[in-house]
């Protein structure tokens, strides 16, 4: 096996930990929640997302690209991947809910 495939191994290992503790977190928090008419009636403002949106499609437009001059770049999806489920479970653990500690 090659290096670079022994390194999107390590890397998915350790983002898919990090996803399912902040799942689990996100998971505990939405059951301790969902009698709470306090977080219901909260909105939800998503302006602030669109910076990580953008990047994800600029990201994958640029890799999609990048293959097509560079086979090597072929590499770079899994590491967007693994980058996106270490982020999508370090969110889980940024979210401030209403009983949040």
Sequence with gaps: MSSVSITIIILGLIATAIFVAGFYRGLRQSITERDNV??????YDASDRWPSVIFAVVASAAIITLIGFYPAAIYFGPFLVVLTAAANGV????DKGTSAR
């Design 38 to 43: 306090a977080s219901q009636e909260a909105g």
């Design 91 to 94: 969110a889980f653990f940024l």
